[in-house]
């Protein structure tokens, strides 16, 4: 069973990492040559500031933001819980967490050289979040599978002990 868990999630990561490399990479507008970079961590929130004092559309621009970075921080999820499926060695919740941010560097650096998209460091954190947030629910879920188990052996002795 282990093993056939093993290899569903090393598939699903597959097809996960397929699916991240086309929206991110793949799908890039190359007639658009500027290369934005956003070094700042959250800058959004100063810009948010600015435009609530000009008086302009804060609410438009929050649900853009807030969309941007939930997109982000979902769509690395999966790669939090399959990771420690697939692989014994990515059990521990930094080494996920190292590997998720890793990956999302390299698509940020990728589409920076191929221009065309807005290389942002609220990305990463994000992404790495959203890696995070996956390793926790698969902890939760590994906890539940491991109370149940436990539950059914307590339960499964009381009934021996009452037969005997």
């Known amino acids: 069973m282990d093993r056939q868990i093993r290899k569903a999630a090393i598939l699903l990561l597959g097809i996960w990492l397929i699916i991240i490399s086309w929206i991110t990479l793949f799908n890039l507008n190359y007639a658009i040559a500027v290369r934005i970079v956003n070094g700042i961590p959250f800058l959004w929130i100063a810009e948010l500031f600015q435009i609530f004092q000009s008086g302009r559309a804060v609410l438009f621009y929050v649900r853009l933001v807030m969309k941007g970075l939930l997109i982000n921080l979902w769509m690395f999820a999966p790669a939090g819980f399959l990771m420690p499926l697939a692989f014994p060695a990515f059990r521990n919740g930094k080494r996920v967490i190292a590997a ?15 221009g065309g998209r807005v ?16 390793f926790c629910i698969y ?25 005997d």
């Open 119 to 134: 290389v942002d460091i609220d990305d990463v954190l994000m992404n790495g979040l959203g890696t995070g947030l996956g």
């Open 100 to 114: 998720g941010l890793l990956f999302s560097i390299l698509i940020e650096s990728l589409q920076f050289m191929h």
């Open 139 to 163: 902890q939760i879920g590994l906890f539940l599978i491991r109370t149940a188990t436990i539950g059914e052996s307590i339960n499964s002795k009381k009934r021996r002990l009452a037969a």
